[in-house]
């Protein structure tokens, strides 16, 4: 992606202080995606640098993950995992706990969803502390899958993601940073 799409993303992003929480700087894409040209240029710089036949699935983390995810499953060829909050998915399901800065959380996808070996490509909306994205790599690694890399829209470096997620060996991306 060249600078200026970069630039035209990153307008397209709004931040909004202390939501949801005070102190957290709330990275909104929801503009991004209501615009047609941002949303489709972000998609394709997403995918741009996947080999063709290099994915079998792509995993969307709930909620917003979702909204990228589809989209770069059929851009890719390929069908989609959706990854989800506890409850959600009629089982059996795999599940993995994760801690979160204040107690914890919980991702699971349906048994039998990943075939052995599948690669898989996981994609969210933003990394922060990677503990989400890591869980998910990690319950899709225990299911017999290969993590074959992570896709985010924006990277918040100095929380150290994708750091985590590359001392793992997992290949991580973003197109923006903040
Ligand atoms: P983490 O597990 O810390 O990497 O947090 C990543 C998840 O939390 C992603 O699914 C994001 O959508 C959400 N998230 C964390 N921090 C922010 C932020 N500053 N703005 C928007 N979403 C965030």
Redesign the pocket.
């Known amino acids: 992606m060249n600078i200026d799409d970069a630039r035209h993303l990153q307008a397209l992003i709004r931040t909004i202080p202390d939501f949801p929480s005070p102190g ?5 894409v929801m503009p991004l995606l209501a615009d047609a040209h941002g949303f489709a240029r972000a998609l394709e710089a997403l995918a741009e640098d996947i080999a063709p036949h290099s994915i079998d699935m792509v995993a969307a ?1 709930e909620a ?2 979702f909204l990228l995810g589809g989209a770069i499953a059929q851009r890719l060829g390929c069908g989609l995992l959706p990854v989800r909050k506890p409850g959600k998915l009629p089982g059996p399901n795999h599940g993995i706990d994760y801690a979160l800065e204040y107690g914890s959380d919980r991702l699971e996808m349906q048994v039998g969803s990943v075939k052995p070996g599948a690669r898989v490509l996981v994609i ?10 890591l869980a998910c790599g990690e319950l899709i690694a225990r299911a017999g899958g290969h993590v074959a890399g992570f896709r985010f829209l924006i990277d ?1 470096p100095d ?1 150290g ?1 994708a750091a985590r997620l590359a001392a793992r060996g997992w290949d991580a991306r973003s197109l923006l940073r903040y």
Request: hydrophobic share 45%; proline share 0%; charged share 25%.
């Open positions: 957290i700087q709330f990275r909104d983390i917003r993950g969210d909306d933003l990394i922060a502390t990677g503990g989400t994205a918040l929380l993601g």
